[in-house]
């Protein structure tokens, strides 16, 4: 094993030990904790210790469970760039719109689909702004529209086109059954087909996005839980510079 | 443990209340709305679905010329069934299919409509009451244990998955299940129809569904020796038909606000008021508990600064149900644990918070809702915030408990989530069960005093609503910073003004059942 | 998949999800998350996670994931019987002995090894009990010695010879580096090896033992956590019956 | 918040621990032991090992012929220093490697003897003396949070990998880092010697280890600004020589109990007394604080009951440090949270016992336990019990904090699980953090009524103990239901009785240091 590869870390290097915790749908008895053993031993595990088993409903039992896993990663080979990497305060990010842009960035945010959950893509654009950071509505050099919940696709890339954005960003809480991924894709592919992917910086945000997946669905980039909206602001300025969107 | 708080100004606020409800009140007289047309329909006994999977009570209220509303659809539907002999199942039927229509029947004589109509409001009647006195036999046969009354959720999508999820819930311990709604079902100016298998982050409410988790909780009852209570949502658009529909089925709690529609789901606020008042009445007769919103407050803004408005909201949430006939012990104000983790002393603000409710509403069953926004998918952590909860609700007597998920970040609950979610709860309660009687709070400390900010902040509040009005007050944003026009909004549409001969025969009935005063 | 197979449960037959957490040795970064996500899909999960993914000191990171895991077990084939199968009250059990063994039975108990977690054993021996249920030195029909912590097993093979004892109770807790293994291991051996396990009821018990373990360790039973001193005494009791040691 | 207690029953439990503590006082000072002998050894500078990896000072105290034990080893070593001119360490090896023995000094006369030591004491002093000043300048300049003080332990047999884990549990926030011994080291008769990498459950204390972990801890102490302590045990066989290598190795925090070795680990209780009583003169004079073990009362048996052993414990640990010149400051008394999670209100017999101790022993940093013996697999329920103790512990300003982990019924703890563990104490102690300041005690409420309860039990059995005298009680199995002979046990063959001429001069230097009368 190469010394890049590395393994979970209980109390030594390379132990490989994780905790598990799972439901299996049947009664408890000895052999259930047999059978949650031997479970975990055809995942891949070695010494699996099934520390806790019990009955939590008729024909349910839970599980707790430490095991080591005999598989590592070569963590120094993941590439995996994050979008916040330019820390630029909004002052900073102003001024280089001003300097490099030369005028005001038009940017919309919305929870695209059937999405209600404001609240994350707010934190971004109001004001108010999260965690002592201001909203974009707040910079000087950005002119910031809130579309708010439940916006659909369409209507996102109207409004884009109406309004000449320069920047979308698109806000998905709900994961279940993989919705977010579904209209995250169909915006990146209607803009494409309007003709106005080159045009805009297109960002997603979410508690489970990461900039990684963003990049696989087409997107600039992707931020994800605990995103500050300068990091943002940050981003839409150094990119359009980059990409010559003046 | 007593805060020693201002009831002279507890009193300023319960006026203030009873002040901005009024006019509300004397509007809502003067309206109705498709909704509550659709709930009057169902209660006579209409149900099913007509062409285009249309429900039979929306195919047939709008199947009334729009100019003959303000009258009302009882006096319509009655005189088809002075006319036909139908009873009003299978009168509606052969609206659906188109055998009649309530055109054919305009000139019968509304005296004839009434008489049509009495036995069949007498039956619906006589089962609400049936129902309800079912309800009160099994639970003194079979009582709950003493609250904080655990409160689970199910949301599967799948009425049977819910099914071993709700059963299973109760085996760990739980006293309420709430079938949560498939999202969006609120803005459906319909309730579906039949068993549902495919909801999205919950399980349509149906009335085949209700009687599907009905069954089974009362089978669990028995096995358990407990009696299970069970909730749906009277919320959106369709409050005063699952108000019926929960009549009928014997559902024990409804999510039932008087603004939370308006403010979070941008439902127009007429329709809002109408339907919340007609429902609340049904609710109160069928002895159904209500469950208020104040918690969505403390989940889309900072929970610190919203706690005035929390209590503000539950004072106007009170009078609505008061004016609705709705006695005290129905009226399961809204609470919930959402500040911060990280602040400092955040705990004494929560249990200031919940202890001062407590006191202000000393007989509502007081519903507490449980961590949410500051989950993250740090279980662990978030099984301890859950803890803190717990230890709260205990303290300060809770009534309707619900369990917070340490997966609250991740994914509706899991099975095995649940268990964990009643263990914490069982825990924390047992060994410091009567903690809270043990304890007294330092005069004028830490405690008291954010008690008695929050009870002025809100007289505050309470006091420019009264000046405006509360319709004018939603208009310029004073409830969580959100601003509705009062003819904007889903819904409004479906609002009408009553004219001078408009009959809702169970509007009479539901008033006198419950003591008040006849309208106009 | 046979429906006797079953997989972990989330909130539908089948969905496999189970819960994860571990440390990796490396530095907090969007890139240590997608690293953990793909170490945990190289363990063969599917539908990875990644829920939370933080610092928790310099050079290590701590990981929550969700995950499902593709395999299943056949529960219902799962052959481990619990010794704990009859249940009799101590009264039913001295009325068992006087019965059917005719004389008082022998028994001692010892935490062998370094072992000196004596507080399972003694719940099992001490007349006191353990949750409501009396200990052997209560049973009228048991002449019970406790021999207490960090016993060798050279030692506790004397007295069973010196003493004639019927039944031997020997308890591990500490399991670090197999040390429980090797000591029970031991035992049985130096008791095969002079002649005595045939005369014996051997029985092993601490939190990690099970009954599987314990038959294949070659002792007759194994009580792990939460065993109550009745379920022993019946045990020993019916066993030596059934093996005609009288 | 505070308890109302019956302060006479306090005085008199002080009354009757000084009477149960002095003859032990007049017993100790007629008697010593090869541990303290060996302890002025290695306070003179005698270290390392010798044949067969023997530590010097064993091989020098052994060396002694059983009769001239009575008079000490200074005396002896004394005049070898004296004549042969070398210094302590010097001579330590030559006698080791066999070029010397003590007899061959036999008649160098005792004054030369005297003045030969008296510069390596005095040096031996000053080096105690400055250690402490090096702390005391630390501690003003980079000081540690407010208290509850976060401890954790290391314990995974290798130093190094301790030492990895320590600084990781730093920066998470732990403030004290104790590294658990191996398994059985409290019962070897002497100390191992140079940095272990093998040990069993814990990892060995050496002095090199010692070393190595106080470097690691200066240094990330200077780069997080916070001085963190370093603890390890005093405790076994060894009291004495490890309290004089943790003085030289600055470090801060021992474990050392007047009774714990008698009870729990079957140490002759001579032995024990004698060799606490010199190992406390030296934490006295380091300025070390010590941590006594009343917690094993409570995983050894069950917690409720034991609750007045543990304060009359409380009540002879402290008399027996104060007379070792011990300021209250430095007596860590113990006490846990082990009360069942599955008892009613235990959390609220829990406060009541934290709370007692802390009014009883207002100036004392008290070592507040986690719960153990109740954690099971279910690491969730686990990591709830650990959230319940960081509440007691801040509400009842316990001073040093051990950190319960979610896996302690599993494993030594994992890296991640200190983590998690010092997450669950900081979000405690910080949404929490003046919630004691706010509540008040119901007047003979149930937590009042319990603290009574535990103070009046444990004035019976210290007036059980004062009858008998403490000698006599252990061996009735009067504390914790275990009884050992007063001269049986381990380390019993290593007591002896001073002769006319017995000479220790550090028991000088530390009695002058501390304020204390000489002996005769
Ligand atoms: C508040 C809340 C609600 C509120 C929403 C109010 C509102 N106006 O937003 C209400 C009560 C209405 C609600 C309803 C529902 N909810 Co909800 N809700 C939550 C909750 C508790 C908190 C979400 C939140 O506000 N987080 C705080 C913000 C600040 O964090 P954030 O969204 O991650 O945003 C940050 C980053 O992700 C990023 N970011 C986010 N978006 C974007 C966009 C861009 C462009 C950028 C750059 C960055 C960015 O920046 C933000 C700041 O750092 C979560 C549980 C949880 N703790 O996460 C459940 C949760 C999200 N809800 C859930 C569900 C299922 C629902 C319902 C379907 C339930 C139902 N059946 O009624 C409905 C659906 C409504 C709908 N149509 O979407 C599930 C989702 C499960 C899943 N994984 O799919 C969750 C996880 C709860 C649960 N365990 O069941 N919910
Ligand atoms: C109490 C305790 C101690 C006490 C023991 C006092 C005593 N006289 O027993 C003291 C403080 C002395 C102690 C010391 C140590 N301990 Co310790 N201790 C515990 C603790 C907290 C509780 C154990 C306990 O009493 N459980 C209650 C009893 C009733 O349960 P039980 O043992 O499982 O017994 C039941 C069943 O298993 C069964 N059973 C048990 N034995 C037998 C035998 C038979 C024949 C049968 C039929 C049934 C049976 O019946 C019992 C009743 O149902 C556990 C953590 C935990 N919560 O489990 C750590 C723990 C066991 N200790 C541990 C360690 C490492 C140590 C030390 C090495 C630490 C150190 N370096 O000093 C020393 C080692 C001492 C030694 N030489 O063994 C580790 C073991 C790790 C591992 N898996 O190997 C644990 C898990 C803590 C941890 N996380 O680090 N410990
Ligand atoms: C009063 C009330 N109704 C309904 C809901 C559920 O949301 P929806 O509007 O999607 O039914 C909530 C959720 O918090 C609520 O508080
Ligand atoms: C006072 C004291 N010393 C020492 C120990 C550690 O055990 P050992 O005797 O194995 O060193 C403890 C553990 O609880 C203790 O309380």
Redesign the pocket.
């Known amino acids: 094993m190469s010394d890049q590869i590395v393994k979970p870390y209980g109390d030594t290097m390379n132990d490989g030990r994780v905790q598990m915790s799972f439901t299996l749908p049947i009664s408890w008895s000895e052999a259930a904790d047999e059978a949650a053993r031997q479970l975990v031993a055809k995942m891949g595990f070695e010494e699996v210790q099934v520390v806790e088993g019990r009955a939590i409903a008729s024909g349910f039992s839970f599980f707790v469970v430490y095991a080591s896993t005999p598989h590592g990663i070569d963590a120094a080979a993941i590439k995996a760039p994050s979008a916040k990497a330019h820390a630029m305060s909004m002052d900073d990010v102003d001024a280089f719109v001003r300097e490099r842009i030369g005028r005001k960035v038009r940017v919309a945010g919305a929870c695209i689909g059937t999405d209600a959950h404001t609240v994350g893509i707010d934190a971004i654009l109001n004001m108010k702004g999260y965690k002592g950071d201001y909203g974009l509505e707040r910079y000087g050099m950005f002119e910031t529209m809130n579309l708010g919940s439940q916006i659909a696709v369409e209507e996102f890339v109207r409004i884009a086109r109406d309004r000449e954005l320069d920047a979308l960003l698109a806000s998905q809480v709900v994961t279940q059954k993989g919705s977010d991924i579904k209209n995250f894709t169909a915006l990146a592919e209607l803009l494409e087909a309007e003709g106005l992917r080159e045009k805009v910086v297109l960002i997603c945000g979410g508690p489970r996005v990461t900039n990684l997946m963003a990049s696989e669905l087409g997107y600039d980039a992707g931020f994800g839980r605990g995103t500050l909206p300068s990091e943002v602001a940050a981003f839409i300025a150094t990119s359009m510079e980059k990409r010559g969107l003046r | 443990m007593e805060l020693r708080i201002d009831s002279a100004a507890v009193h300023r606020c319960r006026a203030m209340a009873q002040a901005v409800v009024a006019p509300v009140e004397e509007f809502i007289a003067a309206h109705s709305t498709v909704a509550v047309e659709r709930s009057v329909l169902r209660l006579l006994g209409v149900d099913g679905v007509g062409p285009d999977e249309i429900p039979l009570p929306n195919y047939i209220v709008d199947s009334l010329p729009i100019e003959q509303r303000p009258h009302g659809i009882a006096l319509p539907f009655g005189r088809a069934l002075a006319q036909t002999g139908l009873d009003p199942a299978a009168l509606a039927v052969a609206i659906g299919e188109g055998r009649h229509t309530l055109a054919e029947f305009d000139d019968v004589p509304s005296e004839a409509a009434r008489g049509a109509l009495a036995p069949f409001v007498a039956a619906a009647m006589h089962r609400i009451a049936e129902r309800r006195a079912e309800r009160d036999e099994r639970l003194s046969r079979i009582p709950q244990l003493e609250p904080p009354l655990l409160y689970v959720i199910v949301a599967s999508g799948n009425i049977y998955e819910d099914r071993t999820a709700a059963v299973a819930a109760v085996e760990a311990g739980a006293q309420i299940i709430a079938v949560i709604?498939s999202?969006?079902?609120?803005l459906l100016d319909f309730v579906p129809y039949g068993p549902t298998t495919e909801g999205f982050g919950g399980t349509y409410a149906t009335q085949a569904n209700f009687t599907i988790m009905r069954t089974a909780l009362d089978e669990i009852s028995e096995r358990s020796g407990r009696y299970v209570m069970l909730t749906n949502?009277a919320?959106?658009l369709c409050m005063p038909e699952i108000a019926s529909m929960a009549a009928l089925e014997r559902l024990d709690m409804l999510?039932?606000?008087s603004m939370?529609?308006i403010l979070?789901?941008d439902i127009n606020m007429k329709r809002t008021f109408i339907d919340q008042h007609f429902s609340r009445m049904l609710n109160a007769c069928s002895g159904i508990i209500i469950?208020?919103?104040e918690?969505?407050y403390l989940t889309t803004a900072d929970a610190v600064e919203q706690a005035p408005a929390v209590l503000a909201s539950q004072f106007i949430n009170e009078e609505f149900a008061h004016r609705a006939g709705m006695p005290d012990a129905q009226i399961g104000l809204?609470d919930a644990y959402e500040i911060t983790p990280d602040l400092q002393d955040g705990f004494l603000y929560q249990v200031a918070q919940a202890q001062l409710t407590r006191q202000i509403f000393p007989d509502a069953p007081l519903k507490y809702m449980p961590p949410t926004k500051h989950m993250t998918g740090d279980i662990f952590k978030g099984h301890l915030i859950d803890a803190l909860f717990n230890l709260t609700s205990v303290m300060t007597k809770q009534t309707i408990h619900l369990c917070g998920m340490l997966t609250e970040a991740i994914h509706t609950p899991f099975l095995g989530d649940r268990a964990l979610a009643i263990d914490n709860a069982q825990y924390i309660m047992n060994t410091a069960r009567h903690f809270g009687d043990e304890i007294e709070f330092k005069a004028g400390g830490r405690i008291e005093t954010r008690a008695a900010d929050v009870l002025s902040q809100c007289e505050a509040l309470l006091a420019r609503v009264t000046e405006m009005g509360l319709m004018r007050a939603i208009e310029t944003g004073v409830f969580a910073d959100v601003k509705r026009p009062a003819d904007g909004g889903r819904g409004f549409d479906g609002v009408f003004a009553r004219s001078d001969t408009y009959f809702n025969p169970f509007e009479s009935a539901l008033r006198q059942a419950a003591g008040l005063e006849a309208v106009r």
């Not at chain 2, 999202?183 to 609120?186: K, L, P």
């Open positions: 709604r999202t969006g079902q609120s949502y919320s959106g999510l039932n606000d939370y529609g979070f789901r469950n208020t919103g918690d969505n809204g």
